[in-house]
């Protein structure tokens, strides 16, 4: 093979090149996906776990406009029990710290909710 010296010295800075965003975020020690808070004596939620990552944001639009249009304040899940559709009284009832549960996900995410711009943001109890 002619210039093989040449080849294996490109395809090494080339590998090299196409690494480094990895090994830069390895050695700076990139942020780890947030895992959030959940609620010790609450063993489920409203909806599946997978669900409510996917699509809490859906759920919490779709009671919004339920409870405002329609005023139906009252969820029921399959195996019966009863919640109050409301951020404050239903769901920061067993996600108490919003900093630990919401804003550790969404800072991850880069997201900004707007919920706490009509809602009172809640004390944090922890």
């Given at each position: 093979?002619?210039?093989?010296?040449?080849?294996?010295?490109?395809?090494?800075?080339?590998?090299?090149?196409?690494?480094?965003?990895?090994?830069?975020?390895?050695?700076?020690?990139?942020?780890?996906?947030?895992i959030?808070?959940?609620?010790?004596?609450q063993?489920?939620?409203?909806?599946?776990?997978?669900?409510?990552?996917?699509?809490?944001?859906?759920?919490?639009?779709?009671?919004?406009?339920?409870?405002?249009?329609?005023?139906?304040?009252?969820?029921?899940?399959?195996?019966?029990?009863?919640?109050?559709?409301?951020?404050?009284?239903?769901?920061?009832?067993?996600?108490?710290?919003?900093?630990?549960?919401?804003?550790?996900?969404?800072?991850?995410?880069?997201?900004?909710?707007?919920?706490?711009?009509?809602?009172?943001?809640?004390?944090?109890?922890?």
């Amino acid at each position: 093979m002619y210039d093989s010296g040449k080849v294996i010295t490109g395809l090494a800075i080339f590998v090299a090149i196409i690494c480094f965003p990895l090994w830069y975020n390895v050695i700076n020690g990139a942020e780890r996906i947030p895992i959030p808070l959940m609620p010790k004596d609450q063993k489920k939620c409203v909806a599946p776990s997978d669900y409510m990552r996917k699509s809490h944001m859906v759920l919490l639009n779709d009671w919004r406009d339920e409870v405002v249009r329609t005023g139906e304040r009252e969820f029921q899940v399959i195996d019966g029990k009863k919640y109050e559709k409301s951020l404050q009284n239903g769901c920061m009832n067993c996600h108490q710290s919003r900093e630990k549960f919401c804003t550790s996900c969404h800072t991850y995410a880069a997201v900004t909710p707007y919920c706490w711009d009509c809602h009172v943001e809640p004390k944090e109890m922890n």
